[in-house]
Nanobody, 122 residues
Framework: QVQLVESGGGLVQPGGSLRLSCAAS????????MGWYRQAPGKGRELVAT???????RYADSVKGRFAISRDNAKNTVFLQMNSLKPEDTAVYYC????????????????WGQGTQVTVSS
């Protein structure tokens, strides 16, 4: 079993910054992709940013130029630096990873964290 644990969420004023962290632990053979999704009340879950194990990144248009994703492979951790935050960024942010894992049946699996609340308000 693999667990993803997020941290770093909280309340911040518009224009402020916040840094999210997500650490993966458990029976991990390799991590292919790690990234962040978010979900606001009444809306579906959307991609924010992803970071592959080959070093490529992808961002949602709404956060380009403001957010930056990074990764520490040695610690199985992904970060999301969020700058110039807007009220529209308010959502629960979920860590996501595609990981080659498993006990009796090794395969690529999708894992999700429990989410961390980010609130941007004055």
């Amino acid at each position: 079993q693999v667990q993803l644990v997020e941290s770093g969420g909280g309340l911040v004023q518009p224009g402020g910054s916040l840094r999210l962290s997500c650490a993966a632990s458990g029976s991990i053979f390799s991590i292919h992709d790690m990234g962040w999704y978010r979900q606001a009340p009444g809306k579906g879950r959307e991609l924010v940013a992803t970071f592959t194990n080959s070093g490529s990144t992808r961002y949602a248009d709404s956060v380009k130029g403001r957010f930056a994703i990074s990764r520490d492979n040695a610690k199985n951790t992904v970060f999301l630096q969020m700058n110039s935050l807007k009220p529209e960024d308010t959502a629960v942010y979920y860590c996501h990873a595609v990981i080659f894992s498993g006990g009796s049946q090794l395969s690529d699996y999708d894992y999700w964290g429990q989410g961390t609340q980010v609130t941007v308000s004055s």
